[in-house]
């Protein structure tokens, strides 16, 4: 990744990041030597032979695009099956025109999250290596998707590391339920994906996150599935949360790599949204003005090695209700320095009250979602305010997970009584409310409580009468 450095390893190895100068490492192909189809739309013909589980696959499907595998080493368990949908009512509350704003639904993978995207290329590597065991760090989706691979595929067993405190029920029991073996760190993602590199690199198991260079090829297909969807032209704007950074990593590269092909004729922007209480992208770029700087680095050192040892002295700690972004020190925050640049794009941070308010709007469009990626359509609103996107413009806003990866928030921002988000109410009693009040929520304006009435016929039919139906 480093552009001074130009050091090459074998698909073979097992490294994440080089040895010479420690940077994490990139997939780099020769296509002058690899046959690319002349144009996106042959990829269409494979919608004709979906009984092959590769054209099935929403990653493989587009196999030529990341072929560092052959066709019998791919581990896919139908992964990609999702959608790219307008939403008029998220899009009227976001400020665009009708049909300009898209949803890309990834809560439809098997785990429930766009992990799977990048997990199928990471087992893939795997199998290609004879892992025998595969180690994750997480804060919920990746332990998930990583382990729905191992129970299914019986190809490795997984150990997944997670902090403690701060993991939803609905992303736990999945990695519980599919028999991953989970140790539960006293420290929070940081210091949990710390301690899995150091053990992965100390007894030979294979690291899955995304420090993965393979894990990023696989989330390549997200932005092939937003082409497809948009009949292969290139939407004006890509919106995506930004937690560990691998998905706008991933997305510069695959739009990069498409330019250089000749497959598209210009490149989407990006706008990559943090979560106010987990913002140190936001930090770094916006009010640091750090940047790619295409590939010299030297400066970056300085000022990320500054930004951390602060962060270290404060001893300040993400905070967040979208828990999927709740992340110090984003593993990939070179590589989406790069996509920022490449994409002439831009970073902002949503309060967790902006993302519930927009969650809860996502969900009254019938996309539900976690509340990490509601953190796309708040950033795509705060956006369309600033006048830095044009109401006219094409948005595609990422949804990462399903609703049901943590439905706790969900129902804490539909049953609270407002009232009871204010200081002078402010008591321990109410679980849901005390949760909001220490996220910063003041306000549930997008609510749809559940309304108490009388168990009578007659109380539930006036009921019903009173508000119109």
């Known amino acids: 990744m480093n552009q001074a450095c130009r050091a090459t390893y074998s698909i073979?190895?097992?490294?994440?990041?080089?040895?010479?100068?420690?940077?994490?490492?990139?997939?780099?192909?020769?296509?002058s030597r690899i046959p690319v189809p002349g144009s996106m739309r042959q990829f269409e013909s494979r919608w004709s032979s979906r009984r092959n589980p590769l054209d099935f696959s929403g990653v493989w499907r587009f196999r030529e695009l990341l072929p560092f595998a052959k066709d019998e080493q791919i581990v896919t368990i139908g992964e990609g099956q999702t959608i790219l949908q307008s939403s008029a009512g998220v899009g009227k509350y976001a400020g665009f025109q009708s049909g300009k704003l898209l949803l890309q639904y990834e809560g439809l993978n098997p785990s429930g999250s766009f992990k799977d995207n990048g997990m199928t290329a990471a087992s893939t590597h795997a199998h290609m290596v004879g892992a025998k065991v595969a180690a994750c760090a997480s804060t919920g989706n990746t332990s998930a998707s990583l382990a729905i691979y191992s129970s299914t595929t019986r190809l490795f067993e997984t150990i997944v590391f997670i902090g403690s405190g701060k993991i939803s029920f609905g992303k736990l029991s999945q990695a519980l339920d599919y028999g991953a073996k989970t140790l539960q760190i006293q420290g929070d993602f940081d210091d949990a994906l710390r301690q899995v590199r150091d053990v992965c690199a100390a007894r030979g198991i294979y690291l899955c996150n995304s420090v993965n260079p393979f894990r990023l090829e696989g989330q390549k297909s997200i932005m092939f599935r937003v082409l497809e969807g948009l009949n292969w032209e290139v939407p004006d704007w890509i919106v995506v949360p930004?937690?560990?950074?691998?998905?706008?990593?991933?997305?510069?590269?695959?739009?990069?790599?498409?330019?250089?092909?000749?497959?598209?004729?210009?490149?989407?922007?990006?706008?990559?949204?943090?979560?106010?209480?987990?913002?140190?992208?936001?930090?770094?770029?916006?009010?640091?003005?750090?940047?790619?700087?295409?590939?010299?680095?030297?400066?970056?050192?300085?000022?990320?090695?500054?930004?951390?040892?602060?962060?270290?002295?404060?001893?300040?700690?993400?905070?967040?209700?979208?828990?999927?972004?709740?992340?110090?020190?984003?593993?990939?925050?070179?590589k989406?320095?790069?996509?920022?640049?490449?994409?002439?794009?831009?970073?902002?941070?949503?309060?967790?009250?902006?993302?519930?308010?927009?969650?809860?709007?996502?969900?009254?469009?019938?996309?539900?979602?976690?509340?990490?990626?509601?953190?796309?359509?708040?950033?795509?609103?705060?956006?369309?305010?600033?006048?830095?996107?044009?109401?006219?413009?094409?948005?595609?806003?990422?949804?990462?997970?399903?609703?049901?990866?943590?439905?706790?928030?969900?129902?804490?921002?539909?049953?609270?009584?407002?009232?009871?988000?204010?200081?002078?109410?402010?008591?321990?009693?109410?679980?849901?409310?005390?949760?909001?009040?220490?996220?910063?929520?003041?306000?549930?304006?997008a609510a749809n409580r559940p309304i108490v009435v009388e168990n009578k016929f007659e109380s539930i039919m006036a009921l019903l009468d009173r508000i119109g139906c």
């Open 242 to 334: 930004g937690g560990n950074l691998g998905n706008s990593s991933a997305f510069g590269k695959a739009f990069t790599e498409l330019k250089e092909l000749g497959l598209i004729n210009r490149i989407p922007r990006l706008a990559v949204i943090n979560a106010s209480g987990s913002n140190t992208l936001y930090q770094l770029f916006e009010q640091h003005k750090l940047r790619w700087n295409g590939g010299r680095l030297d400066e970056a050192k300085i000022i990320t090695d500054k930004f951390f040892t602060q962060m270290d002295a404060d001893n300040r700690r993400a905070s967040t209700l979208a828990t999927a972004i709740e992340i110090n020190r984003p593993v990939n925050l070179l």
């Open 336 to 445: 989406c320095l790069r996509a920022l640049e490449v994409c002439d794009g831009v970073v902002r941070e949503v309060s967790d009250e902006l993302i519930l308010e927009a969650k809860a709007q996502i969900g009254a469009g019938g996309f539900g979602c976690e509340p990490a990626s509601a953190a796309s359509v708040a950033g795509a609103k705060l956006l369309r305010e600033q006048g830095v996107i044009s109401p006219s413009d094409r948005v595609v806003c990422i949804l990462t997970g399903h609703q049901l990866k943590d439905p706790t928030a969900t129902v804490a921002y539909h049953s609270v009584d407002p009232a009871r988000l204010s200081a002078a109410a402010a008591t321990e009693d109410d679980a849901y409310a005390t949760m909001l009040r220490k996220a910063g929520v003041t306000q549930t304006p």
């Open 12 to 31: 073979s190895q097992t490294l994440v990041d080089c040895s010479k100068c420690g940077h994490l490492l990139d997939i780099a192909y020769d296509w």
